[in-house]
């Protein structure tokens, strides 16, 4: 990433300055530009949009879809819920970490994350996944290798 | 007709390649560009319009030619069989003389094996052509984002007919129509609108519910992917009705593909003056925007999701004030789901009476049934109420995937009860289910087949709960936690009916002391799961009741 935080940072809050309301728009807006929510972003934006600190921390914390730490060069999501279950959803969460070595919901191995996400509108066509926020449905194992591979190759870094 | 003999004139051939994300999910993209370049390199003039999904998405992605006698479908098309579907003749659609057979299945080894199957005219594959498709005529048909072909289906005559009528009118439209929420607490959405419409304010706000978190649902996705338009009328058609002149989508951040979509077509809405401060030049004002939910499934309770449109964590308001009295900033309020305003514009078009005439008993209009999991065809059914689970299961989905029987059925999404086979006769019907403590909801189907761990699945809905808990009452964010400890001692061994019966007390407590239905139903589909499937739990027949604990 070319710019420093502050540059990312300096014209959302101008943006959204003094409208509480659209803290949810600022963190996205951040999220999508810098990967992730700094924890260190939290009094200027809270300085910003006339919030305390605790209520934009509150925030962050509360949705699953914002991360305090800058994400894995690969990310992995299989969808936890029911109708993935009902065709090997679970049993491809474990093929998924055996072959990236690394644990659901947990740390990254060698640049590879893997989290759990309940539904993405797939469910006639699960079990579904997402590589890099590309959606894959009917991932059954061997398409999972095959998608996988594909995705570190274009991602071209380790 | 006029459309293809347009094209025969042109000299191109149009084919039809989904956009929607199913279709993107198994590689519509990258076929599409195969197609276009293998025709080019063939010099084979060739139209692809990027339509929406039919539903039907088992035959994703599913590839149709415009030929004199309909649109003739190619399924699961894979861009590596592309070149090879070429050297065959494809696309033997409408040329100059318009008569080239099409290659069909294979009768003379022209259409190799490996080739994707020929399904014949797509309008009359019977699983599309059993359905009643009001809310989603135009689903896969059109080109979601062409406003003229959205017009020539039949798009904005809802609208039209609605500037004719004032308020009171409107809203009596929709009572008379007998349509209820689709999000799913299914209240009368005609009661709603005239609610919010009698409210006096300086402003006032139409909210739709995108939040489409349960498992094995789709339609809103569906909608806002292959017809958002129907949506953008719908909304606009609310927002005239009620007196608001604002509307905002709200979209849960799982669905990029539909905010996308949704976003574009709100451009091209607003370019073709059915958005903005003049609709249709009737000197009306309304405005749309999208705002993107963060992940949270409580977002979907209408309270959390005032709260997370007001930029503050998701946590369920105590009702009253109701929203349609005072929702968003204070002000009032209509909160209604994608597929209720998507229903909308059919409605104001063919009149509430043609809309009712649809369903049964208080049930009317079409259910967008969405069939999903562990079935041979999923996808979107929609048809009106009084479907059974049987004929959905058999007839339109042909059994589970897997090929073994199927076990049980969850409808209405992570709240909604486990069905056995012995209530899959009942009709859909949303009375008809609440007397079996079950719940239609937003009408997905999800399909389990004999393998299915029921326990495990019992355990699944209360730690579901105890992750998306808003945190507001005690039953809900302590006892799904608790729920799930005793679920894994019951999984573990321990089968001695004083588990049970903490079980049992624990979903009492859950469904009398909750604030909202995520801590108060939960247990639905917990108690189904340990009353029809004891043997899973590890106990005898009938062990799992209420009254047997
Ligand atoms: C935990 C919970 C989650 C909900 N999720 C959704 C949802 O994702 N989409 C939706 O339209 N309604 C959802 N609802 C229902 C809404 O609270 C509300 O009833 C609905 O948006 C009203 O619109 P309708 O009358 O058109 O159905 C949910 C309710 C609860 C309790
Ligand atoms: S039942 Fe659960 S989700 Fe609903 S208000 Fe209470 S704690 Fe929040
Ligand atoms: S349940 Fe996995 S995509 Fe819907």
């Known amino acids: ?37 700094d924890p260190a972003h939290v009094p200027a934006i809270a300085a910003a949009l006339n919030l305390s600190r605790a209520e934009v921390h509150g925030v962050i914390t509360f949705y699953h879809h914002f ?30 970490e055996a072959c990236t070595g690394a644990h659901i919901d947990g740390e990254a191995s060698h640049g590879v994350s893997v989290e759990s996400v309940y539904c993405l509108g797939q469910c006639a066509l699960s079990p579904a996944v997402t590589i890099n926020g590309e959606l894959h449905a009917r991932v059954g194992p061997a398409r999972f290798d095959a998608l996988f591979a594909d995705a570190r190759e274009q991602g071209g870094h380790d | 007709m006029t459309e293809t003999s347009e094209i025969i004139r042109s000299g191109a051939c149009r084919i039809y390649i989904p956009r929607d994300s199913a279709a993107l999910a198994l590689g519509a993209d990258r076929l599409a560009r195969a197609v276009a370049s293998e025709a080019a390199r063939r010099g084979i003039a060739v139209d692809i319009v990027r339509n929406g999904s039919r539903g039907l998405f088992w035959l994703e992605p599913l590839v149709e030619v415009q030929t004199p006698s309909g649109r003739i479908g190619y399924s699961n098309v894979q861009a590596s069989q592309v070149s090879a579907m070429f050297d065959s003749g494809w696309p033997a659609c409408a040329t100059q003389d318009g008569e080239r057979p099409m290659p ?7 259409w190799q094996a490996g080739m994707p199957a020929c399904v014949g005219r797509v309008d009359a594959i019977p699983y599309l052509a059993k359905q009643q498709r009001l809310t989603f005529a135009r689903i896969g048909v059109t080109d979601p984002l062409d406003p003229v072909d959205y017009e020539a289906h039949g798009g904005l005559a809802g609208l039209r007919a609605c500037l004719a009528l004032d308020a009171e009118a409107a809203c009596q439209t ?50 806002m992917e292959s017809d958002p338009f129907v949506l953008i009328e719908g909304v606009v058609i609310a927002a005239l009705s009620v007196g608001a002149t604002e509307g905002i989508v709200y979209v849960r951040s799982e669905y990029p593909h539909a905010i996308a979509a949704l976003e574009a ?29 963060a992940g949270a499934y409580i977002c979907g309770e209408e309270t959390a999701l005032l709260e997370s449109l007001e930029g503050k964590r998701g946590v369920v308001r105590a009702k009253p004030p109701i929203p349609a009295l005072s929702g968003l900033f204070g002000q009032p309020t209509l909160i209604n789901n994608v597929i209720t305003l998507a229903s909308v514009p059919f409605i104001f078009a063919h009149g509430a009476q043609t809309y009712r005439e649809f369903g049964m008993g208080r049930s009317q209009g079409t259910l967008p049934v969405q069939l999903a999991g562990n079935i041979r065809r999923g996808g979107l059914v929609e048809l009106a109420f009084g479907v059974t689970l049987r004929t959905l299961l058999d ?59 029921m326990a495990g699945l019992a355990r699944y809905a209360m730690a579901f709960c105890a992750l998306e808990s808003c945190g507001k009452c005690t039953p809900c964010r302590i006892g799904s936690t608790r729920g799930v400890e005793v679920i894994e001692r019951i999984q573990r061994g321990d089968t001695s009916s004083r588990q049970v019966r903490l079980l049992h007390d624990l979903c ?29 739990f590890g106990l005898p027949a009938g062990a799992g009741r209420c009254e047997a604990a």
């Open chain 2, 265 to 293: 077509a709100i451009d091209v809405a607003r370019r073709e003056g059915w958005l903005g401060p003049d609709v249709l030049g009737s000197g009306r004002c309304c405005e749309l925007r999208v705002a993107k939910a």
């Open chain 2, 104 to 110: 069909a299945t294979d009768p003379d080894g022209s």
């Open chain 2, 395 to 453: 007839e339109f989905g042909g059994g589970t995937a897997s090929g073994r029987p199927a076990k049980a059925i969850q409808v209405g999404g992570p709240l909604g009860a486990y069905l056995p086979p012995a209530q899959w006769d009942l009709p859909m019907d949303y009375e008809a289910y609440a007397a079996v403590g079950a719940v239609v909801g937003h009408g997905g189907v999800v399909v389990h087949d004999d393998t299915a761990d």
């Open chain 2, 508 to 536: 009492e407590t859950m469904v009398s002391g909750s604030l909202c239905a995520m801590g108060g139903m939960t247990p639905f589909p917990v108690r189904s799961a340990l009353e029809h499937f004891p043997a899973d």
């Open chain 2, 174 to 223: 929709v009572l008379d129509s007998g349509l209820r929420g689709r999000g799913g607490a299914a209240f009368p959405a005609g009661i709603k609108w005239r609610t919010v419409s009698r409210a006096e304010a300086r402003q006032k706000y139409v909210v739709c519910n995108a939040d489409e978190g349960d498992s094995g649902t789709f339609a809103d996705r569906l909608i």
């Open chain 1, 67 to 96: 991360r305090s730490a800058p994400p894995a060069a690969t990310v992995v999501q299989v969808c936890r819920a029911e109708a993935c279950r009902s065709r090997g959803g679970e049993a491809l969460v474990a093929h998924v």
């Open chain 1, 1 to 37: 990433m070319v710019s420093t935080p502050h540059a990312t940072l300096a014209p959302l809050l101008a943006r959204h300055a003094g409208r509480a309301n659209e803290l949810l728009p600022l963190l996205h807006a951040l999220q999508d530009r810098e990967g992730y929510v």
